[in-house]
């Protein structure tokens, strides 16, 4: 196999976590809002929970790209 052909094989099984990752942020942003619907009078307390859970599913996203970049152009 060729070497080039690895390096895109390989960075494109880096980058499979991207979909999780946007699959992770629809349902954390759903289920506030489902919760914030049904009593909003607790919305505010569950914002930080609801920041906390975006920040670790966008870095999990954000470090699958980068992985997928260094395989590409670094290794």
């Known amino acids: 196999m060729d070497v080039e ?3 895109m ?3 494109g099984i880096a ?3 991207l979909a999780g990752a946007g ?3 629809g349902m ?3 289920s506030f ?6 009593n909003p009078s607790a919305a ?7 920041l906390l859970g975006f920040a670790l599913t966008e870095f999990t996203g954000l470090l699958a790209f980068v992985v ?3 395989i590409l152009f670094v290794v």
């Open 28 to 30: 954390i942003f759903s």
């Open 15 to 17: 980058a499979l976590p």
């Open 44 to 50: 505010a307390g569950n914002q930080q929970t609801l």
């Open 33 to 38: 809002l489902t919760g914030a619907f049904r």
């Open 5 to 7: 052909a690895a390096k």
């Open 23 to 25: 699959i992770g942020l």
């Open 68 to 70: 997928a970049i260094i």
């Open 9 to 11: 094989i390989g960075a």
